[in-house]
């Protein structure tokens, strides 16, 4: 069965500062990746995903994701981070088809402090 | 272009009672629909999928129950709420055409108390 693992539940980091988050997943075959945005109270918003080719994606809003086959990793990236990227990252992994079987981890709350 | 809408956006109700979260798409025909509840600390669990009108699956055994009258909308339901309902429940839709993304509704809110 597929599964994500997200393991920093919280992360904190200063305005202007780096950012990794990391996500670590399990799936037989190759897989299908994704990160999604959560701000509070709202629905998820796709940042980017990986499906083949390339594996360093390009997403919205600056973010920057890298497929690592052989550590199972998938971890997303900003150089810079700003105020307004503090929310909720989900890490999700997925196959393709007429049905979408996507399975996330259980998130990474970002805080930005001044 | 696509769009997702989802009410109410908040619940609140009393155990026992009953409940009915509405889904709706516009701007594609044939999508695939998902209700996913989020727990705090949980992530996403997914609840129940849909291929087409009147095909339900559901991925883990609970007091809801989901149905597909028309092709682009989706409903959750239950005929008695209990104390762990309470979530935040997010409908989303994907095309069969493309490769696994999910757009997602904005979310209602159910607290049951």
């Known amino acids: 069965a597929q599964s994500v693992t997200q393991p920093d539940i919280h992360i904190t980091v200063s305005e202007g500062a780096s950012l990794e988050l990391r996500c670590n997943y399990s799936?037989?075959?190759?897989?299908?990746l994704f990160w999604y945005v959560q701000s509070p109270g709202q629905g998820l918003q796709l940042l980017l995903k990986?499906?083949?080719?390339?594996?360093l994606v390009q997403g919205i809003k600056g973010f920057e994701a890298e497929f690592k086959r052989s550590q199972s990793s998938f971890n997303l990236r900003k150089p810079s981070v700003h105020w307004s990227d503090a929310a909720e990252y989900f890490c999700?992994?997925?196959?393709?088809?007429?049905?979408?079987?996507?399975?996330f981890g259980i998130g990474t709350k970002l805080q930005v402090i001044p | 272009s696509q769009t997702i809408h989802q009410w109410p956006a908040t619940l609140v109700q009393p155990v026992g009672s009953p409940l009915s979260l509405e889904c709706t798409v516009e701007g594609t025909s044939n999508p695939n629909l998902y209700w996913y509840r989020q727990a705090a600390g949980r992530g996403l669990q997914l609840l129940f999928y849909s291929v087409g009108i009147g095909q339900i699956s559901s991925e883990v055994p609970q007091n809801l129950s989901a149905s597909r009258p028309q092709d682009r909308q989706f409903i959750l339901s239950s005929k008695k709420l209990l104390l762990s309902d309470s979530g935040f429940y997010l409908c989303?839709?994907?095309?069969?055409?493309?490769?696994?993304?999910?757009?997602f509704g904005e979310g209602s809110r159910l607290t049951v108390l």
């Open positions: 990986y499906f083949s080719g390339d594996t």
């Open positions: 989303a839709w994907s095309s069969g055409r493309t490769t696994g993304e999910l757009f």
């Open positions: 799936y037989g075959a190759t897989p299908y």
């Open positions: 999700a992994v997925g196959n393709s088809g007429g049905y979408q079987k996507v399975t």
